[in-house]
Each structure stands twice: as structure tokens, then as C-alpha cells.
């Protein structure tokens, strides 16, 4: 069973930083993108970044310039370097990767690492 396992989330102050990480098991699998996304109180969850097994990135428009996500294929991880954090960072950060069994893509998620941005 594929299992993605999120760490890096805490507490920190407006302006700080956090660098979350997932590290993904089942190397069986070929892992096509991977990408985090964040779900806030009362809010739907939404897609922050993006980055496919060729390391192109996408990031949504209010992260851009401060989040960069990156992958190691090797280790089967995938980070987010979260800068120049705000309050409304805070939410549940999830990963997500997408893997290609037998040319079937399935989806799989992590349990969510809480990020706080708070004085």
C-alpha cells in the first residue's frame, strides 16, 4: 500500500519560514506529480503547488515568489520551502502524488501536517 508521510508543519511567526516535507513509500510505482495542497477553517481545500516527475512547477498566484516546491526522486520526497509567511498561510497542508501502475494513474494522500502563522 502506498503511504505519504508529511512532516515540517508548526507554529511560526509572520515573516518566518517552514520547509515541509513528504516522503512517499511503494517504489513500485512511477510517481508522475506530486503537490501540496492546503485546506484553512471553513474553507475548501486548494491546490498551493505542483511539480511533475520532470521537475516542472506551478504555483498558485497568492504563494507565488515566497513557496518552492521541489522533489527528490530518488527518496521519493517532495518539499515545500514556505517563505515570508502570513497569517493566512495557517491551514492543513496535504501532499499528494500521482501514481502510474500498469498505465492506470491513482491518486494518493497524506494525513496533513498543521502549519499556524501567528505572533
Known amino acids: 500500500q502506498v503511504q505519504l508521510v508529511e512532516s515540517g508543519g508548526g507554529l511560526v511567526q509572520p515573516g518566518g519560514s517552514l520547509r515541509l516535507s513528504c516522503a512517499a513509500s511503494g517504489s513500485v510505482f512511477s510517481f508522475n506529480v506530486m503537490g501540496w495542497y492546503r485546506q484553512a477553517p471553513g474553507k475548501q481545500r486548494e491546490l498551493v503547488a505542483g511539480?511533475?516527475?520532470?521537475?516542472?512547477?506551478s504555483y498558485a498566484d497568492s504563494v507565488k515568489g515566497r513557496f518552492t516546491i521541489s522533489r527528490s526522486n530518488a527518496r521519493n520526497t517532495v518539499y515545500l520551502q514556505m517563505n515570508s509567511l502570513k497569517p493566512e498561510d495557517t491551514a492543513v497542508y496535504y501532499c499528494k502524488a500521482v501514481a502510474n501502475y500498469i498505465g492506470t494513474l491513482y491518486d494518493y494522500w497524506g494525513q496533513g501536517t498543521q502549519v499556524t502563522v501567528s505572533s
Open positions: 511539480i511533475t516527475s520532470g521537475a516542472s512547477t
